[in-house]
């Protein structure tokens, strides 16, 4: 089971810092990623983490993924946000260590928090 939270309203440029808190064992054994679906559309990668971090190419340089496998908890620290940055963020889990950006290679998926960008 996955929990995420941290979303919220925020101006453009400014930060948040989302987490997701997992439960069950064998945390570190899972990649962790994070999507976002906005109104309208697709639910699209963000950023994800396993043995090494990988990022859409919209968001690099400006978020960043990490974890913590002794919390079993996964962050996305979202700096310079745009507007178009505003949508429904989700965690998900996948086992294994390869690299995944396919919202269906993911099995496990959190509740969703939203964040919303104001310009």
């Known amino acids: 089971q996955l929990q995420a939270f941290g979303g919220g309203l925020v101006q453009a440029g400014g930060s948040l810092r989302l987490s997701c808190v997992a439960s069950?064992?064998?945390?570190?054994?899972?990649?962790m990623a994070w999507f976002r679906q906005a109104p309208g559309k697709e639910r699209e990668f963000v950023a994800g983490?396993?043995?090494?971090?990988y990022y859409a190419d919209c968001v690099k340089g400006r978020f960043t993924i990490s974890r913590d496998n002794v919390k079993s908890t996964v962050y996305l620290q979202m700096s310079s946000l745009k507007p178009e940055d505003t949508a429904v963020y989700y965690c998900?889990?996948?086992?294994?260590?390869?690299?995944?950006?396919?919202?269906?290679?993911?099995?496990?998926w959190g509740q969703g928090t939203p964040v919303t960008v104001s310009s």
């Open positions: 998900a889990a996948v086992w294994g260590i390869a690299a995944m950006t396919g919202r269906h290679e993911y099995n496990y």
């Open positions: 983490i396993s043995l090494s971090t």
């Open positions: 069950g064992r064998a945390f570190s054994g899972y990649n």
